[in-house]
């Protein structure tokens, strides 16, 4: 563990999240997202990235908070945890920071409506709360239950 | 040293020099005096000897070192290549595959491979005994000297009720017509059972070259003492040892013989071998091709994608602006990208000669086997096709080469009393044609027998009586592609064993492409398969659904039409259709995917008519926007099981469009 880690901060609703800088490929800003069908609420659809077709996931959805239109400052931050690829919709990314070791404090049971099992621990920086979200738990396939076909047209 | 580096390099060189022999032992048999061959067969013995020394692969090159000093001495004239020899060679080739892909895989490439040390240094020494003259009574002995292949079919027959026994048989001393009583023993056993291995081998029984006893390897469900009798029956046979072979020790042999595709690809398009050979590791081939990882090869075609995508663009940029500058300079920009993109997709071909390679030597011993005479023409084997496609062909072409061996090309005897050639042909052909390549697998052999396909189809329940009086030829011979279905008599080898052709027609579909067959009785049976020239790419039928754009796949399309909403049928709560006769469910594309609305329902509803084997379907879109090439993209990981969704592509736009499994749509 290095006693300085640099993370990628990210507006969700009232929180700031934070996400470690090697796990962020890029931060896009919101363009045409074709929509897959019949897949989990929270999967919008893929994105034509620089030739790869990658999946996107808004991040208010995936927490259940409530989905709100998107904006100029909505960003798509692109990461890549394993082997999975995919693009967050966030309300806006803006800024990058050093963060100390010493100052990750281990997650409460719930902050900001967001289950523990997706918070990898939380950072008081001066007056700020950030969130350390868990990647690898968030992007977890298996939550991504394939609806059963619907019983028409056979 | 550090070895590992250069373990790559050492596999992909083994490969190719393994390759290299066998093509040339097989080239040795046909023409045995030609010494030119024995030097090249040397020479890359030598190399791969002296490589996998350098490796410290020991038993890799203890065996090289030993076919070296055989293939020496038939140099220097001390030896003649008989079928012993060639048969020893093939064996020792088969333990270094062996080892090589065992070292592929991870493993130390040890093998005990003493035994055919043994036979090596015996031939070199020009004694022209075999291998397995030990003593009867010790069958644990005799399971080390079938090969690979027979195990499997030992291993598997036993399965289906059937025993394996090892007979040892001797004639009288005094015997004259050898040949002949070692003919009437095969046909008293091949009214029995099934004859797949002896020793020595079948041509040289028939020449007499045995003292007076000889051993069979046979499959059968008649008891041991029942056989014994039999063959007890065929006069001046003095003695019959049967011993039931022990599968358990076989099992522990079977070794997996899995295909490891080395993610490696020729670039460019390399038809001409490297005349020179070299004797250090990784110095060969230099200068005219280069190995380049295939995933590199993905990302230049994506990257590539991306500039088609803005090229798109700026032609219209510039439509706008009207200038001329920036016309011609996009459109020689244009004229570039085209060629281009020929170059990467040509990049990533390699000629099916790679998967042909090891036909001639499959053919040659599964013949022998059969106790047939089988002649294998390759036609056409710098045909390329793309690399995935080529790593996914192998298998069903070996299946329908058994196919063709064993149900196609008929005994020598059979033969000559049609009037034919006792050697049988069969040609393997690969041809382009438009965007498509073929392989022909053609045999002169009896034909399909319609009759015993429509028995077996009626046994089997593939088909009712009714149907089976009017089915043409050709819907006959497509019974063969049926799940479950296997016309040999006795369950021979190998080509089917339970697994029949549907296992083939599934895995050329899953490729994009089809198979047909046709047939003649007395003339032979020539399988055709159409392949797409890359899976990359593939043609598709764009369609939109309210205001999404969806593609699919040509190859399952049979027509669109555009229907009045009045021809809009119901059945039992089921909206139908009637297409050419048939009634056609309708599947509504919108409900189905729930497409948000954003248009106007019209008169006119157009569908698409989609077929998965004989079940038809028709998908009500709402316009077609046409026919297009479109390069094949996966949605990754995540989205890994997506219903009725195949994958994606990106449109001329820059937009993603979903390509429809229209398999998951018909029930």
Not at chain 2, 173 to 182: E, G, P, Q
Not at chain 2, 367 to 392: F, S
Request: negative net charge.
């Amino acid at each position: 563990m290095l006693n300085e880690q640099k993370v990628i901060i990210f507006q969700l609703k009232d929180e700031e999240y934070a996400v470690p800088v090697q796990e962020v490929k890029s931060i896009e800003r919101m363009q045409h997202i074709t929509r897959i069908p019949r897949t989990v609420p929270f999967v919008k659809g893929v994105i034509n990235l620089r030739g790869v077709v990658t999946p996107i996931i808004d991040l208010r959805s995936r927490f259940d908070i409530e989905e709100t239109d998107y904006t100029d400052s909505t960003r798509i931050i692109i990461v890549s945890v394993g082997t999975i690829e995919a693009g967050l919709i966030v309300d806006s990314a803006n800024d990058v920071i050093d963060l100390e070791a010493d100052s990750i404090e281990p997650p409460p049971e719930v902050v900001g409506g967001v289950d523990a099992e997706y918070i990898q621990g939380v950072a008081k920086i001066e007056k700020r709360l950030l969130i350390l979200l868990n990647l690898t738990k968030v992007l977890n396939p298996e939550k991504l239950a394939v609806l059963q076909p619907l019983e028409s047209g056979k | 040293m550090e070895m590992t580096q250069y373990l790559d390099i050492f596999i992909e060189e083994s490969k190719e020099h393994l390759q290299a022999i066998n093509q040339q032992v097989l080239l040795l048999e046909k023409s045995p005096e030609e010494l030119t061959i024995v030097n090249e067969i040397f020479r890359s013995a030598h190399t791969l000897k002296g490589m996998s020394a350098t490796m410290g692969y020991e038993d890799l090159a203890n065996l090289t070192h030993c076919m070296e000093n055989v293939l020496d001495a038939i140099r220097n004239k001390k030896i003649t290549v008989t079928t012993q020899v060639l048969d020893v060679l093939f064996t020792s080739l088969d333990h270094l595959e062996a080892m090589v892909v065992e070292i592929s895989e991870g493993g130390s490439g040890k093998r005990d491979v003493s035994e055919t040390v043994r036979d090596l240094e015996a031939l070199e020494k020009g004694e022209m005994t075999k291998s397995v003259s030990h003593k009867a009574d010790k069958p644990a002995e005799l399971s080390q000297s079938f090969d690979q292949y027979e195990k499997q079919i030992i291993l598997q027959s036993k399965e289906q009720g059937f025993h394996a026994y090892e007979l040892s048989i001797s004639l009288r001393k005094d015997c004259i017509l050898k040949a002949a009583r070692v003919y009437m023993v095969f046909e008293v056993i091949e009214q029995i059972g099934e004859i797949i291995k002896s020793i020595p081998s079948v041509d040289m029984l028939e020449a007499e070259q045995f003292e007076s006893d000889f051993k069979l390897s046979i499959l059968t469900k008649e008891t041991g003492e029942e056989i014994k009798q039999r063959i007890l029956k065929v006069s001046e046979v003095d003695e019959v040892v049967v011993s039931e072979i022990n599968t358990e020790r076989l099992n522990d042999s079977v070794h997996k013989e899995s295909e490891h595709s080395a993610e490696k690809i020729n670039a460019a398009n390399e038809t001409k071998k490297d005349e020179s050979s070299s004797t250090s590791a990784g110095g060969s081939a230099a200068g005219k091709t280069i190995r380049v990882n295939i995933e590199r090869l993905d990302q230049l075609m994506n990257l590539f994608e991306e500039l088609v995508i803005d090229r798109g663009r700026l032609e219209e940029i510039s439509k706008m602006l009207k200038s001329a500058e920036l016309n011609e300079t996009v459109e020689r920009m244009s004229r570039v990208s085209g060629d281009l993109q020929n170059i990467i997709l040509t990049m990533r071909m390699v000629p099916v000669e790679q998967v042909f390679n090891r036909f001639p030597r499959m053919v040659r011993g599964l013949a022998k086997d059969l106790g047939k005479n089988v002649n294998l023409e390759i036609v056409g084997a710098e045909t390329e096709l793309d690399r995935t496609v080529i790593d996914e062909i192998g298998d069903p072409l070996v299946h329908l080469l058994r196919n063709s061996i064993d149900h196609g090309i008929e005994k020598p005897s059979v033969r000559s009393t049609s009037g034919k050639d006792e050697t049988g042909t069969i040609y393997l052909r690969a041809y382009h044609s438009g965007n498509h390549v073929f392989i022909e697998i053609e045999d002169d052999g009896a034909g399909i027998n319609r009759q015993k396909v429509l028995e077996k189809a009626l046994e089997n329940g593939i088909i009712t009586k009714e149907m089976s009086e009017n089915l043409t030829d050709k819907q006959c011979f497509e019974l063969l592609f049926a799940s479950g279905f296997s016309t040999a008599e006795v369950i021979s080898d190998i080509s089917g064993r339970g697994v029949g052709l549907d296992v083939v027609k599934n895995k050329i579909e899953s490729l994009g492409g089809s198979i047909s067959v046709d047939s003649t009785a007395g003339y032979g049976t020539i399988f055709s398969i159409q392949l797409p020239l890359t899976l990359s790419i593939m043609s598709v039928m764009l369609v939109e659904v309210q205001k999404e754009k969806y593609a699919i796949p040509l190859s399952s399309i049979i027509e669109t039409a555009i229907i009045k909403k009045e021809e809009i049928l119901s059945a039992h709560n089921q909206k139908v259709m009637d297409f050419r006769g048939r009634v056609v469910p309708l599947v509504f594309m919108k409900e189905i995917f729930e497409v948000p609305s954003a248009m106007e329902a019209s008169e006119y509803v157009p569908v698409v008519v989609v077929r998965k084997g004989d079940k038809m379907a028709a998908l009500v879109v709402d316009s077609f926007i046409g026919q297009q090439e479109i390069v094949l993209k996966s949605l990754g990981q995540y989205l890994s099981s997506v219903f009725a969704i195949s994958g994606a592509t990106i449109l001329g736009d820059g937009q993603v469009a979903l390509i429809l499994d229209c398999n998951a749509l018909i029930k």
